[in-house]
T-cell receptor, first 114, second 111 residues
Framework: GAVVSQHPSWVICKSGTSVKIECRSLDFQATTMFWYRQFPKQSLMLMATSNEGSKATYEQGVEKDKFLINHASLTLSTLTVTSAHPEDSSFYIC??????????FGPGTRLTVT | AQSVTQPDIHITVSEGASLELRCNYSYGATPYLFWYVQSPGQGLQLLLKYFSGDTLVQGIKGFEAEFKRSQSSFNLRKPSVHWSDAAEYFCAGDNNNDMRFGAGTRLTVKP
């Protein structure tokens, strides 16, 4: 149980275009979902926290107009990287939790912007 | 500020030797504590977690960790390392939706 999926697992896009990453909790309903970014050989950094039906809360330094988060249902959150640039290339990991439990992590999405 | 510290960036051990990876936390209250392992290009795999109760926690793949409140530590141990244990290890603390990761410790296993 407690499986979180991400799609796609790997995406390449051209600079200036937008890309959407999906995060789904497959066998539970997540009250809260989280998005992390991980640069090569670095740790995970929290980008934003979102609750279903509410606006996401972004960490300091994360541009909310560039990283659009939509938490449309209790099983789906999406991260859209708008007008992507090469410096946005990174490994993006989502997680989901039910209130009072731990976070369950997705397998990650590798974004390469050319 | 809440934080998790892993003092060792890189550790090398011989196969069959014992292993201890250090983790210290700084939180107002004791957070939930976790150890994850990550292979290159892969997601996180949970090794073990501590919420409360017994301070010695058993995990998967023969790993264990001991919570020591007096030292604000949650060190990961394994009595005999296998070559397949080579990976990046992350300690994390979670307090009320505020999850912080340590910088990670890269484990190299010598044959």
């Amino acid at each position: 149980g407690a499986v979180v999926s991400q799609h796609p697992s790997w995406v390449i896009c051209k600079s200036g275009t937008s890309v959407k990453i999906e995060c789904r909790s497959l066998d539970f309903q997540a009250t809260t979902m989280f998005w992390y970014r991980q640069f090569p050989k670095q740790s995970l950094m929290l980008m934003a926290t979102s609750n279903e039906g509410s606006k996401a809360t972004y960490e300091q330094g994360v541009e909310k107009d560039k990283f659009l988060i939509n938490h449309a249902s209790l099983t789906l959150s999406t991260l859209t990287v708008t007008s992507a640039h090469p410096e946005d290339s990174s490994f993006y990991i989502c997680s989901a939790r039910v209130a009072g439990s731990e976070q369950y992590f997705g397998p990650g999405t590798r974004l390469t912007v050319t | 500020a809440q934080s998790v510290t892993q003092p060792d960036i890189h550790i090398t051990v011989s196969e069959g030797a014992s292993l201890e990876l250090r983790c210290n936390y700084s939180y107002g209250a004791t957070p939930y504590l976790f150890w994850y392992v990550q292979s290159p290009g892969q997601g996180l795999q949970l090794l073990l977690k501590y919420f409360s109760g017994d301070t010695l926690v058993q995990g998967i793949k023969g790993f264990e960790a001991e919570f020591k409140r007096s030292q604000s530590s949650f060190n990961l141990r394994k009595p005999s390392v296998h070559w397949s244990d080579a990976a990046e290890y992350f300690c994390a603390g979670d307090n009320n939706n505020d999850m912080r990761f340590g910088a990670g410790t890269r484990l190299t296993v010598k044959p």
